[in-house]
């Protein structure tokens, strides 16, 4: 079994540094894969009440038999909760479907800007964790401008932004703007759904040169680059191989060679995308 390094949040919440996607695992396929990915050493486990996983999560963690505490949780609130109140009761029914007395991390999904509640939700996701009911509070797929009124209006800075990230999509920027204002950057689709990316001519070279795999090239990637990759996959033999990547390193060259590689997002744009 791998073990995977942890490190410490802008909160000071000590996290691992890699985790598992559980997107679009569902029913009987999501609880089996998420207790195999507990089972080869992963410790965090990343999902959302608009996956309708919640459940299956929850009785993977219960079927592993590992303390709670040693398992990272995250989950995030979907766009048709946003606001003050429905945040609160979002979360009740998140934590009772995860069946857990408090979540580790706890993600606005997306900002939603058109509906203009996101910082409603963030006051809410604030007493949450000063009730306890959440370790750690983040965002995902917020731009600078969103998290900046987050901060104006609360005080509060997302110790967490979930964004798209792979070669084709570096987010150099945001990634600068992150580390200005202490936010740790968790990838999403860190192996662009494994659309293209894995067979770029430099990631099949550097994966010979390194004796390793190319979906491994691309998760060092992100390692190096100060982000924290949650990859998903259906498949033992490929969860397995995506924790073991703690034992090569890429040279900065090499790290930059993969950079080269932008294309822009495939997700949606955080300024328009809806999802409820
Ligand atoms: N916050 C957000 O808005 C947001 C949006 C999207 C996703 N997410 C989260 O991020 C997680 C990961 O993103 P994602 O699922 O979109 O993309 P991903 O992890 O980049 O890619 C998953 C795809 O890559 C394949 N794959 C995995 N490991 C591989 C390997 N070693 N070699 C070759 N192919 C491999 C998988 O196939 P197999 O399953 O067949 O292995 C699957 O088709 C999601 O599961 C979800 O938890 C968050």
Redesign the pocket.
């Known amino acids: 079994m791998s073990t995977v390094p942890t490190r410490l949040l802008p909160d000071g919440l000590s996290t691992p540094a890699l985790g598992f996607?559980?997107?679009p695992l569902a029913g009987s396929e999501a609880e089996a894969a998420v207790l195999s990915a507990l089972e080869a050493g992963y410790r965090m486990i990343?999902?959302?009440a608009s996956?309708g996983n919640e459940s299956e999560v929850g009785r993977a963690v219960a079927a592993s038999g590992l303390p709670r505490e040693d398992v990272f949780l995250t989950t995030?609130l979907r766009g048709a909760d946003h606001g003050y109140e429905r945040t609160l009761r979002a979360f009740s029914a998140s934590a009772e479907r995860l069946g857990v007395d408090y979540v580790d991390l706890y993600?606005i999904?997306?900002p939603l800007p058109r509906l203009d509640a996101y910082a409603d939700s963030w006051r809410a996701m604030i007493e949450l964790r000063e009730q306890g009911l959440v370790r750690s509070i983040g965002v995902?797929?917020f731009t600078v401008r969103h998290l900046d009124r987050l901060a104006e209006e609360t005080g509060v800075m997302p110790a967490v932004n979930?964004i798209?990230m792979?070669p084709h999509f570096p987010q150099a920027r945001l990634r600068e703007e992150h580390a200005a204002r202490n936010v740790e950057t968790q990838s999403?689709?860190?192996?662009?759904?494994?659309d293209g990316l894995?067979t770029e001519p430099v990631v099949v070279e550097l994966a010979h040169r390194h004796g390793v795999?190319?979906?491994q090239v691309v998760l060092r990637w992100h390692l190096q680059l100060d982000a924290v990759p949650?990859?998903?996959?259906?498949?033992p033999t490929?969860r397995s191989?995506?924790l073991d990547v703690f034992g090569f390193a890429l040279s900065e060259e090499e790290t930059a060679s993969l950079s080269v590689l932008e294309r822009g997002r495939t997700?949606g744009d955080p300024d328009t995308h809806e999802e409820f």
């Open positions: 996607g559980t997107y990343d999902t959302a996956y995030k993600l999904h997306w995902s797929n979930q798209e792979h999403w689709s860190p192996l662009g759904r494994g894995l795999t190319p979906a949650i990859p998903k996959s259906a498949s490929r191989a995506n997700g």
